[in-house]
């Protein structure tokens, strides 16, 4: 495992975030006291909680994640060595429902002082087609980052599921890492977590978080800029990650398969999407780079689309268009500017 892998700043910043917030609820000083002062053992479950906790953390964190780079996070099993790591952590970083075997290993690893991001803010039911107008953009989430444990119990009915279940059966859709607003919100609450666990670098603390505050507010800027005049609103992809970006920007997202990026769609999906992509005008189907191609290629040549990749973040590789979260969420902005036609 990379445990000191060096991930940019601003991606990972939204997931993370979460953790860290409600451990820090849960016992300050434990955490504080981890390793005698030496840096605070931080376990994340995968990227978007990496790059949070190393950005907010900053030098007073040791970062460990336990999905590796390339792998998809929604099939990660977990060895024998990295269970044990879990229980030897000062915190544990990981957002319920995303990945059944890290919960599962999370809840026998009675560790105190774990996380889950799905506590820090308000999930949402997203089906595979989602409208930025069905919902209400301030959500209030003010005092939810001192939730802790409290809030895991308040949150647990959001989050049932195997992690592949966006909203089309009831359950919530976990992907809030890819709205810049919902990051942000979760990056104060971290800060604040961890001010508290850690009073000494409280200061460097906060300084990273509002930092990162910044640079999670200009690329919502940027996005509420390029996407403000588009030809045509809905986008369809290959894996339903974006109902939040989807929502946030008022664009409609289109699930081919829904959920599983790498399902086959049934013939009269394929249809359905074809009738779509004429009378909206959508011009692209989009993949992503963690999962096969192939249903995106397949729906395309169908239906006389483009494609292209829409990254949802769950892990950066060498293939991946930028090399953090801020980096790939503007590579997602152009390529929703091309296919939407947005000037």
């Known amino acids: 495992m990379n445990v000191r ?14 953790g860290l917030t409600a451990l820090s609820a849960c016992s300050t000083s434990d955490a504080a006291d981890g390793g005698n002062g030496d840096k605070l053992k931080v376990t994340a479950s995968f990227y978007p909680m990496q790059f949070l906790a190393e950005r907010i953390g900053g030098e007073h964190v040791a970062v460990t994640s336990l999905t590796k780079p390339g792998v998809e996070p929604h099939d990660l099993e977990l060895t024998p060595r990295q269970i044990g790591s879990i229980s030897e952590s000062d915190y544990v970083l990981y957002l319920k429902g995303i990945q059944p075997a890290v919960d599962d290993a999370i809840k026998q690893s009675g560790v105190k002082n774990t996380v889950d991001a799905a506590t820090l803010t308000t999930l949402e039911n997203h089906g595979s087609e989602v409208s930025g107008h069905d919902h209400d953009h301030d ?59 850690d009073p000494d670098h409280a200061a460097d603390y906060k300084k990273n978080t509002d930092a990162l505050v910044a640079e999670l507010g200009e690329l919502n800027t940027a996005y509420e800029t390029g996407l403000k005049n588009p030809a045509t609103k809905t986008f369809i992809t290959t894996h339903s990650a974006f109902g ?36 909206e005008k959508a011009t692209t189907v989009f993949f992503e780079t963690l999962a096969s191609d192939k249903t995106a290629k397949t729906l395309a040549k169908d239906t006389g689309l483009k494609t292209g990749v829409l990254d949802p973040l769950e892990g950066i590789t060498e293939k991946s268009q930028g090399a953090d979260y801020i980096e790939v969420m503007e590579s997602n902005l152009a390529a929703l500017q091309k296919a939407l036609g947005a000037k």
Do not use: C, M
């Open 139 to 197: 959500h209030g989430h003010e005092g939810e980052e001192e939730h802790g444990h409290e809030g895991e119990e308040a949150h647990e009915e959001h989050s049932e599921g195997d992690g592949h279940n966006h909203g089309e059966e009831g359950g919530a859709d976990p992907h809030i890492w890819l709205d810049p607003v919902k990051y942000a919100e979760v990056a104060k609450g971290v800060g604040k977590s961890l001010e508290k666990a």
């Open 244 to 279: 939040y970006l989807a929502e946030r920007y008022g664009l409609t997202q289109q699930g081919i398969a829904g959920i599983d990026p790498e399902a086959e769609p049934s013939p009269a999906r394929i249809q359905e999407i074809h009738t779509i992509a004429e009378k």
């Open 5 to 18: 892998r060096l991930i940019p700043t601003t991606a990972v910043a939204g997931a993370v975030v979460f």
